[in-house]
Every structure is written in C-alpha cells, then in structure tokens.
C-alpha cells in the first residue's frame, strides 16, 4: 500500500528529537536503578539530543536504539521471573494477582523492574523519533509519542500512581514546541493499541493535536 507523501523538514525533526529526548530523560533515572551502570539507554538519548543539535542522521541513532531495545527486553525477562517467583512463593488460597509492569512482574521489585523497561522504551523512542517517515501513514505518530508515552508509564509503574503517568504527559505537553502539534496534525489517526499504553497513546495525541493556545 502506498502513502502520499507530506512535508517534514530536518529542523521539524531536530526539534522532535530534542523534545523527546527531554522525555525519555526524565524516566532514566528509573531504568539506571533498575540496571545499574548500564548505559544503553543513556545512550540512545544521547544520540537523539546530538542528532537535534545539529548531528547528521547517523548509523549509531539506529544502533544507540537497538541496544535500548534489548536493555529493555533483558528487563521483560528479569521482570518476568520476578513475577513467577511470586507466583511460587504465593500461598495457594491467596491467589496471584499480576503487576501492572510491563514486564508482568508483581510487587515492589517488579513495580521496579518494569518502571526500568518502560523507561529504556522510552530511550528507543527517542532515537526512534530521528527517523520519522514524512508518509500519511498512521503508524508514524507512535515516533512522535512513544518517549513521552512510556516515560509516563515508566513512572506509573514506578509509583504504582496512575495519576503520576498523567502528570508527566502534562509535564512533556507543557514543552512540546510548536513545530510537534504541527507536524502530528499532518498525520492521519495514530493505531495506540489497547490497555494504559494505547490510553496514554490516545491522550498526549489528542493534546498535540490541539490548537496550541501560545
């Protein structure tokens, strides 16, 4: 299926990047208790910011986000036992009751973990925002959102709060320059899924998409 084509300049870009950039480090913090002294995803938003500073659109925006990627994919599995240890150790009459973590974990340790694979997927989205497509298509507004979208839900798991996700969303609306409500309203409907993720998807689209009142 082919998409027409819409007009996205490399400052439009710059600026989405730097933005989402900001998002995703605010949940760092979350990732690095999770996994300490990993870098992975300090990096991937490290390149995003210097790709908005004026950077060239390199290889190691993509390599930076794939080891995200997989930083936040070794916590869906530490996160995953966790939550079959708890599984374990449950008393039988008691009942299991599954976290809310990405990664399924239950309890604080889960809550944890969980916070931290939010927040690397967050990383991935911003060095994923470097390379949004200027094609009608949907599916490119998750790279306008996905930063500020897991930040929000990294601090949700991080709290256990879902009123602590609402504030960061309003907090990453509160700095999203111009240029991003402009270049989302180019775009058809995003596809923001089911569950709290699609439901912050849906909320901060709805937001950027709003006439700027600035």
């Known amino acids: 299926m082919g998409y027409d084509e819409i007009p996205l300049s490399l400052d439009e870009l710059r600026q989405l990047s730097l933005w989402t950039a900001e998002c995703a480090e605010r949940a760092l913090p979350l990732f690095e208790a999770a996994s300490p002294g990993d870098r992975r995803a300090r990096d991937a938003i490290e390149a995003a910011r ?12 993509r390599t930076t986000a794939f080891a995200a990627l997989k930083a936040a994919g070794e916590l869906a599995t530490a996160a995953a036992g966790a939550s079959a240890g708890a599984a374990a150790g ?31 997927r967050a990383a991935v989205g911003a060095a994923g925002s470097a390379y949004l497509h200027p094609l009608a298509a949907g599916t490119q507004v ?7 979208q897991y930040a929000a839900y990294a601090e949700e798991l991080a709290t256990g ?3 602590a996700a609402d504030a960061v969303v309003e907090w990453a609306l509160e700095r999203a320059p ?3 409500r402009e270049v989302i309203a180019r775009y058809p409907e995003g596809s923001p899924g089911r569950g709290r993720l699609g439901e912050l998807h849906r909320q901060l689209e709805a937001e950027l998409r709003r006439p700027s009142t600035s």
Do not use: N, Q, Y
């Not at 998750?142 to 500020?148: N, Q």
């Open 90 to 120: 449950a008393a039988p009459s008691a009942g299991v009751r599954a976290g809310a973590g990405v990664g399924g974990a239950g309890g604080a340790v889960g809550g944890a973990v969980g916070a931290g694979e939010a927040a690397a």
């Open 161 to 163: 709060d879902p009123a």
């Open 178 to 180: 111009v240029a991003v």
């Open 142 to 148: 998750k790279h306008v959102v996905a930063a500020a």
């Open 50 to 61: 210097t790709f908005g500073t004026g950077g060239r659109r390199t290889k190691a925006i």
